[in-house]
């Protein structure tokens, strides 16, 4: 008759641990704003030309790619531009950095000149994405130019409010 007690004890037991439970989690995911900014090389160049058989000169490689991402808020404005630090220069010899003229492909990319002023606008968008165009750099080839090997650093921005 013992023996018929204590199983009975373990079956209840049993019963109570199977019941079914109920609770809540929260899931949180944090996605704050993100921007990245790659481009295929770290420099160009312009080789040397005639200026009468070739007065707009490419830039080699002659395609800079470019790949914005970003996270932002919906609706926000993403923007990229870019502005030389300085005129190009050749120890003290200076020729405007206007003489450097842009074509680009991709949706939201635009064309322009190079300033040193001012940044100037290479691409706009709306919303979070990924965007990548292929910048293509032309450098204006006269006679009129000093020789000298001239350079200019170029610095991109990508924004968002």
Do not use: C, K
């Amino acid at each position: 008759m013992n023996t018929a007690l204590v199983t009975s004890a373990v079956i209840l037991l049993a019963v109570v641990v199977i019941e079914a439970q109920r609770g809540i989690t929260v899931l949180l995911v944090n996605l704050p704003a993100q921007a990245r900014l790659s481009f295929s090389t770290a420099s160009v160049t312009f080789p040397d030309a005639d200026p009468t058989s070739t007065p707009l000169v490419a830039s080699v490689p002659v395609d800079l790619t470019i790949s914005v991402r970003a996270r932002v808020q919906t609706n926000s404005q993403v923007t990229l531009t870019v502005q030389s630090t300085d005129d190009l220069r050749s120890g003290v010899t200076v020729l405007p950095a206007s003489l450097i003229t842009w074509t680009v492909t991709g949706s939201g990319f635009t064309g322009g000149t190079l300033s040193r002023s001012a940044p100037q606008l290479v691409g706009r968008w709306t919303g979070s994405g990924v965007r990548v165009g292929a910048q293509n750099y032309r450098f204006e080839n006269r006679w009129t130019h000093p020789v000298g090997i001239y350079s200019a650093t170029l610095v991109y921005t990508l924004a968002s409010p």
